[in-house]
């Protein structure tokens, strides 16, 4: 995979990266790259969610689908991707555990060029997140939707993704779903 919006595993690590802008082409809508990644990790947490004492691992494994298309008459790429990842939370000390499920997809919607270097892109996504303790019960949900706006600064390279760099990032329509907190849930189940 060539570049990534977003990344997700789960809610205990999300990172944002820089989407990559590469060359316009011509007007005709056509897939330029397309795959999937595993998606694998673990991780020791100290504190997890700011708790004196209250050390969790973090295993996750998943997928991640891309696609970045040309779109428009004016060729302009478009960054697509769905995230499958189950995130398994284990209170180290007790051997309790939780399991978060995410299926969620991100696309760009509009991307303008700012004529100085710069693009400014609206994405949206959507999704389903839940919880559940080790006997299977939903203990917090967090389906929904979102949309972003982020300005990205091409460095006067816009064919060399690698070096864009994000300037801004804005939530313009936070998430539409249920929004339960993540910490009360998984912290009354791992304690």
Do not use: W
Not at 105 to 132: C, E, L
Not at 160 to 188: H, K, Q
Request: hydrophobic share 35%; aromatic share 8%; glycine share 10%.
């Amino acid at each position: 995979m060539r570049s990534s919006r977003r990344f997700t595993a789960a809610a205990v690590a999300c990172a944002t990266a820089t989407v990559g802008l590469v060359p316009t082409f011509p007007a005709q809508a056509a897939v330029l790259e397309s795959g999937t990644e595993d998606i694998s990790f673990t991780e020791t947490v100290n504190k997890f969610c700011d708790v004196n004492g209250l050390r969790v691992l973090v295993e996750g494994d998943g997928t991640l689908t891309y696609r970045l298309e040309t779109k428009g008459d004016d060729g302009e790429v478009f960054y697509a991707e769905r995230v499958d990842v189950d995130v398994r939370l284990t209170n180290v000390r007790t051997g309790s555990y939780v399991i978060s499920h995410e299926r969620s997809s991100f696309r760009d919607v509009t991307i303008t060029d700012n004529g100085d270097g710069t693009h400014t892109i609206i994405y949206f996504g959507t999704g389903n997140a839940y919880i559940s303790d080790s006997s299977g019960t939903v203990i917090g949900r967090n389906p929904g939707q979102l949309r972003f706006e982020v300005v990205i600064d091409l460095n006067g390279t816009p064919e060399d993704f690698e070096d864009d760099e994000v300037i801004s990032e804005e939530v313009i329509l936070g998430s539409t779903g249920r929004n339960d907190d993540f910490c009360t849930a998984v912290v009354a189940a791992l304690t």
